[in-house]
């Protein structure tokens, strides 16, 4: 059988985990492939490091050259993460004539383009499954499997780092610190969770999702985008006695104004299959013309559910697919317009609104009267009994959930409201998906 030399960059958790399917299932991986799969090189920081994992023949060394320089390696897995190096060494990698297999999104969400045009130029394949959805297939069901589909919209949970807090915050009732903390302690969030927290992990998932459903071409600076770092116990418990979840979702929407792009916190009814998914798993739900609505479910990180998808790439380029595939799909292509994407302020969306407000009387009727001035009706209001003894003029939260509205209108009358002199603190407003 025919011999397939791989050099892999980086040996982290994900490396890894690649590292022990080619070396444990290299029977199943030949079958499937037609081809034997041998990991010659892993380029590491500490070759002296213990890993965990059987590197039986595996040469591990620190300088990124001799994968390569070296004319035995076709395919070379990137798994160093981030943009520096890894950026320059792909680049290197295509031009030496090797099909590249990565799952690194920040990469592929912030210089695609040139990453593609490169490969085009030197005719050399790039698979890239594990980028978003982690073990789900949701790259080549986009890619290939729905190609025939114009979609019509998108939403995902595709971080789990954040979907695991929000969890715990619902279902344990912790702080959002507490939270973080529990999920810092069992490795779903890294020491530093930043990325994950404020969204950008999930604006660069969307943005390769955005690519390969819409074919926009889009940075990260492009889409509107907020994190969870701020979400507050009370907007869970709310939305809850108002039927709903809160989840981190990804949308992506094609209307009459053009593509709106955008990361939020979010309300999702429950029992919906997005409002139940819960812990470290991830969930796309994609609505095209011709199929319907159709749903993605699975473990979105960890070392063996990227891995999977990246050996599974690995397969395809062997095989030739893979290169078969990029051509048709002609991503990130060089000559592509400029997207039409909408502007936030013509997002029309139902919302969750929490003020913060005196306790007197008259307080709701101005309230409405500053929505309605700007056509938002009200669809229902939570205002809980502060009790007897609460002081009179006391701060006390009301709710509001609104009917479908201009999101420009909304951030007026927001503004109109936060004036007040009986409101106590910032409005807080997150929106609906139906």
């Not at 139940?276 to 473990?299: K, S």
Request: aromatic share 4%.
């Amino acid at each position: 059988m025919e011999r397939i030399a791989v050099g892999m960059l980086g040996l982290g958790n994900v490396g890894s985990g690649v590292a022990h399917l080619l070396g444990q299932h290299g029977d199943r991986i030949a079958v499937r492939s037609g081809k034997q799969v041998d990991l010659k090189w892993a380029v590491v920081r500490d070759p002296e490091k213990s890993r965990g994992v059987d590197l039986t023949g595996v040469r591990l060394v620190t300088d990124p050259r001799r994968v390569i320089d070296d004319p035995e390696v076709a395919v070379v897995v990137e798994a160093m993460g981030g943009t520096d190096p890894a950026l320059a060494l792909i680049l290197e990698a295509l031009a030496a004539g090797k099909d590249v297999v990565t799952a690194n999104k920040a990469l592929l969400a912030e210089h695609g383009p040139q990453v593609f045009a490169q490969a085009r130029k030197y005719g050399r394949a790039i698979a890239f499954e594990g980028s978003v959805g982690g073990g789900i297939p949701i790259i080549q069901a986009l890619g290939v499997s729905l190609a025939a589909n114009q979609v019509q919209s998108l939403a995902a949970i595709v971080n789990g780092t954040c979907n695991f807090i929000l969890t715990a915050m619902t279902q344990d009732g912790l702080s959002y610190q507490a939270a973080l903390h529990q999920a810092q302690e069992l490795g779903y969030a890294e020491s530093d969770p930043t990325l994950d927290v404020d969204g950008s992990d999930t604006a660069h998932k969307l943005a390769i999702l955005a690519q390969l459903a819409f074919g926009a071409s889009v940075k990260t600076a492009q889409i509107a985008r907020e994190g969870i770092d701020r979400l507050q116990l009370a907007d869970l418990k709310y939305a809850a006695e108002l039927g709903y979840a809160i989840k981190l979702l990804a949308l992506a929407k094609l209307s009459d104004s053009g593509l709106e792009l955008r990361v939020a916190p979010t309300l999702v009814k429950k029992g919906t299959p997005l409002a139940e998914v819960r812990g470290p798993y991830n969930a796309i739900r994609v609505v095209g013309d011709a199929v319907g609505d159709t749903f993605f479910y699975g473990r979105g990180a960890g070392m063996m559910p990227t891995a999977s998808a990246v050996v599974g790439d690995l397969i395809d380029v062997v095989v030739g697919r893979a290169a078969l595939t990029a051509r048709a799909l002609n991503l990130w292509p060089a000559a592509a317009p400029a997207p039409r994407l909408s502007s936030a302020a013509q997002v029309r969306s139902r919302y969750y609104l929490r003020f913060t407000i005196a306790d007197r009387p008259g307080v709701l009727a101005a309230l409405a009267q500053a929505l309605g001035a700007h056509a938002i009706s009200i669809a229902s209001v939570i205002q809980h009994d502060p009790g007897d003894d609460a002081p009179a003029d006391s701060p006390v939260p009301l709710v509001i959930m609104t009917h479908s509205a201009v999101e420009a209108e909304l951030t007026a009358a927001l503004a109109e409201i936060d004036r007040l002199d009986v409101v106590r603190a910032p409005s807080i407003c997150l929106g609906v998906e139906e």
